[in-house]
Structures are given as structure tokens and as C-alpha cells.
């Protein structure tokens, strides 16, 4: 592959791909359309706008609990089964949502209950993708994917709006719960069968046979985990490092492994633990936190900007574009290096425009800023490399969880603290003083966001290993992540 690394055709070429773009498009389509007409339906029970609101925003809150509890199910579970699932649960919900006449209390507690799990499903969709397109290609994936979730919001949301006008909200439930069981099907018959990541067979299952598409280097050693790097660290027990997550049984059948063992509560608890201290993966996680919820905080403000009117939605739409903008033209034009001398920069270019609001913008000013600070999105695309090598293979799915996880929750509590200090001094300054934090919080990462000038040796700063000779959590083994140079990867069906 050439210096600049793949390129979209490349991609769409892997069919692997095709599907998770596909059954992801109608699952941002269908979600959008799903709580837009649930919010309507409460609406029309109760007449209270509140209801409505909190009923519009009540599938993103159960990200903090599952984020927390449950992760650690998409590593032990395998992924197609995981994401088929995940669909299934969606129909089954939207259904009853539609025709079952529940009191609009147990609706809201059935969306929560079930949503829980929400933060598992993305997650093993999320951990495939470096596995079916790995190097510079999962990360074109990732812009794809950023660039599908903007533009399958805006389809979603009118779409949606026109089914309400036509059948009511109850009928655009129907209409999500048939995308989802579309979603299903394409996941159940156009994926291959992959094992649960967190057993031993993984490693050799999941990628089949090695053939001509497979650089010979890039298998492995035998004290490595597969797939990257190993992310070693105490557990609180004095049990070993861990490389895998399994059950007793598996643990027997392969002695030397080090493993982690426990329920599912218990092993997510202390996986996010231990990819928490570990001082590389946790400045990646809050350089991908952080602006995102100073920006989020910013676009909460823009409806009470605008005093509630209609220009809010076209504010709020342009920015969803600019996103989708920025994510396509860093994804397709810059060259894996420039991606990510580009992040510190791109996160600044967050919270810049949002100064301009000081000066009290109109509704045109006023989308214009929205859409070139959300466009500084696109910084994250310079960091996916270094955080797929920076986790074990074996926990990637639970890392991608918490990372998404961690933006819900980011996201909810940036909004709610500048809305809360736009009660004080108002929308406008709030939105500003948004853009101010953004800035600074970019500045203050700024070591997290250049690019390291040896992706492999992220810990030459420090010691090698602690004072009991065991590596410090996130050295990164110089043979862990060899370079990829071809898009595909064969992968075995079961």
C-alpha cells in the first residue's frame, strides 16, 4: 500500500465492511426515528413537554450504567451473535412501543432497561472492524462510519418526520422496528461466524488461514497477545497480568495464559480499571471525552439562543453536516501522518469558532460557527490507530465500549453544565464560555494529541518496568502491532 495508505474503494471492496456500513446506516436511521416518535407519542398521552424531552434523550442514559457493568460481554460473546441480537432487541421493543398500550412510565422504564445493553452491541461492532480492516483502513473505516452516523441522523429525523405525518407515531415505530429486523438479516447471513474474542481460540479462529493477502510478519509471536499490543498491569488480587478474558475451564485447558476471571459485572468493573490507570489509554480516552463535551455543551444552548424558534433545527442540521464534511475530507485526502499531526489543531478548531457568540451572531452566523467547530471533529481520526494498538485484542471490544460510553456520558454532562451556567449568564456567553473551555481543554492535551514520533515506543519517557520488574500498564511490545500493509485480511466462516 502507498505511503498514503488506503483508500475508500479499497475499503468498500472488503464485503465484511459493506455489511457493518450497511446494517449501521439503518441502525442510526432507525434510532433517530425511533425517538423522535417516541417523544411525539408521549407528547400526545400527556401533553407535557417535559415527558416529551425527557423521553427524546431517554435512549442515550443508560450508556453510563452498561458503559460501567456490562462491557465485558461483547469480548466474551461472539460479535455477529452479539450485533444480531442487539437488532432483534430493537424490534422487539419497538413493537411493543407501538401496539402494546403501555403507560407512557413503563414505556420510558422499557426504553431504559433494554438500553443498558445498548453500549455491548456498539461495542462488538465497534472491535470488529480492526479485524476486517486493519492498518490505515480501519481508520478510513472509522470516517466512514463518523460520516454515515451525521448524514443517517439528518435522513433519520426527516424521514421520521414524514412517517409521523403519515401514520402517526405509532407507524414510524413499525417502520423501525422493520429496519431493524432488515438489520438482522444482513448481519446474520452477511457475516462470517467469529469465536468470542476473550477465549483462547480467538486469536487463530477469528483470522482463518494466513494466504498471499497476509503479510507473513504480521503474525504474532507466541508470547504476544494477537492483534497489537498488551496492556499489562496487577490485578488488585495479586493475580497475574492479563492477557485474556475467559472462563475456568478455558483458563485450565491453556495454563500459561494469564486470564481474568469472574461474572460479567466483575470482569468489566476491572478491565475498565486497569485500561483506566494505564497512563497511554487514559490520556486517549479523555482526548476523545473532553472536547467532544465541551461541544456538545455549546449545542445545547443554541434552541434558548435562539429563543426556541425554527432556526434552531437549521443550526443544529448545518453542524451535523459540518461533521460529516470534516470526518469525509480527513478520512479521504490526508495521509496517515498528516491525520495525525492534524488532531491538535482540528480538537482547538472545536472550540474556537464558539468565541465569535460573544458577539451575539444572527441564525446565519450563528450556523456557519456551529458547522466548522463540529467539523473539528474529525481530530479523533488521528488517534484511532494509536488506541486499537494501545488495548489487548482480547478486551478490544469492552475498550471500544467504554470509549463510546464515556462520549454519551461526556456529552450529557457538557450540556447539562452549560445549560445550567446559561441560566446564569445566559445563552450566549454559555455557548462562548463552551468555546473557551474546548480551547483550553485541547491545549491542556495537546501531549495526548500530537502525533508520538515512535508509535511503538509510547513509554521511552519512563522506566520500562516498575520496581518488581513487571512492565508499567501500556508499554507496548515492539513486536506486539507490526505494520499492515494490505487491506485484506481473510477470515474463516463457520
Known amino acids: ?20 456500513f ?97 453500549p455491548v452491541f456498539g461495542a462488538a461492532r465497534s472491535a470488529l472492524l480492526p479485524d476486517v480492516l486493519p492498518g490505515d483502513a480501519f481508520v478510513l473505516a472509522r470516517s466512514l462510519m463518523g460520516v454515515t452516523s451525521a448524514s443517517a441522523q439528518i435522513a433519520g429525523l426527516a424521514v421520521g ?11 414510524a415505530l413499525a417502520v423501525t422496528a422493520a429496519l431493524s429486523a432488515v438489520a438482522a438479516l444482513v448481519l446474520r447471513y452477511g457475516l462470517p461466524y467469529r469465536p468470542a474474542r476473550g477465549t483462547a481460540t480467538y486469536g487463530t479462529a477469528a483470522r482463518g488461514t494466513p494466504s498471499d493477502d497476509t503479510p507473513s510478519d504480521d503474525t504474532p509471536s507466541d508470547d ?3 492483534g497489537g499490543a498488551r496492556l499489562d498491569g496487577a490485578l488488585s488480587d495479586g493475580a497475574p497480568p492479563y492477557g485474556t478474558v475467559v472462563d475456568d475451564t478455558v483458563a485450565r485447558e491453556a495454563p500459561g495464559s494469564a486470564v481474568v476471571r469472574g461474572g460479567a459485572v466483575r470482569v468489566t468493573l476491572r478491565v475498565n480499571r486497569l485500561l483506566l490507570v494505564d497512563r497511554r489509554v487514559r490520556g486517549l480516552l479523555l482526548a476523545s471525552w473532553l472536547p467532544s463535551m465541551c461541544l456538545a455543551g455549546a449545542e445545547a444552548m443554541i434552541v ?8 434552531a433545527g437549521v443550526v443544529l442540521a448545518l453542524a451535523a453536516g459540518g461533521m460529516a464534511v470534516g470526518e469525509f475530507s480527513v478520512g479521504r485526502f490526508a495521509a496517515p501522518a498528516l491525520r495525525e499531526r492534524l488532531s491538535l489543531p482540528l480538537a482547538v478548531l472545536i472550540g474556537l469558532p464558539w468565541l465569535a457568540f460573544l458577539a451575539a451572531p444572527g441564525v446565519a452566523w450563528a450556523a456557519v460557527i456551529a458547522a466548522v467547530a463540529a467539523a473539528g471533529l474529525s481530530y479523533q481520526l488521528g488517534l484511532q490507530r494509536r488506541f486499537v494498538e494501545s488495548v489487548p485484542e482480547e ?30 449568564i445566559g445563552p450566549g456567553p454559555a455557548i462562548a464560555a463552551a468555546g473557551l473551555a474546548g480551547v483550553l481543554v485541547a491545549l491542556a492535551l495537546s501531549g495526548v494529541l500530537r502525533p508520538e514520533t515512535d ?32 487491506v485484506v485480511r481473510p477470515s474463516r466462516g463457520g
Open 395 to 424: 478486551v478490544r471490544g469492552q475498550a471500544f465500549g467504554l470509549l463510546s460510553a464515556g462520549l454519551m456520558t461526556g456529552q450529557a454532562i457538557g450540556a447539562a453544565a452549560i445549560g445550567a451556567l446559561g441560566e446564569a
Open 161 to 171: 418526520g414524514a412517517f409521523l405525518a403519515m401514520a402517526g407515531p405509532r407507524g
Open 304 to 311: 434558548p439562543y435562539l429563543g426556541g424558534r425554527g432556526q
Open 224 to 226: 504476544t497477545p494477537s
Open 455 to 486: 508509535p511503538t515506543s509510547a513509554g521511552d519517557a519512563r522506566p520500562s518496568s516498575g520496581g518488581d520488574g513487571r512492565p508499567f500498564a501500556g508499554d507496548v511490545r515492539p513486536d506486539a502491532a507490526p505494520e499492515v500493509t494490505e
Open 1 to 20: 500500500m502507498t505511503e498514503r495508505g488506503a483508500t475508500f474503494g479499497q475499503v468498500f471492496a472488503v464485503r465484511e465492511f459493506r455489511v457493518l
Open 22 to 118: 450497511g446494517s449501521f446506516a439503518l441502525l442510526i436511521s432507525g434510532d433517530s426515528i425511533k425517538m423522535l416518535a417516541l417523544s411525539v407519542l408521549v407528547y400526545a398521552e400527556t401533553g407535557s413537554p417535559g415527558l416529551s424531552a425527557a423521553a427524546y434523550m431517554v435512549g442515550w442514559l443508560p450508556y453510563i450504567v452498561g458503559g460501567m457493568f456490562l462491557l465485558s460481554l461483547a469480548d466474551r460473546l461472539p460479535p455477529r451473535a452479539v450485533m444480531v441480537v442487539g437488532e432483534l432487541v430493537r424490534v422487539v421493543v419497538c413493537l411493543l412501543l407501538a401496539f402494546a398500550g403501555l403507560p407512557v412510565p413503563v414505556m420510558l422504564g422499557l426504553v431504559l432497561v433494554t438500553g443498558l445493553f445498548s
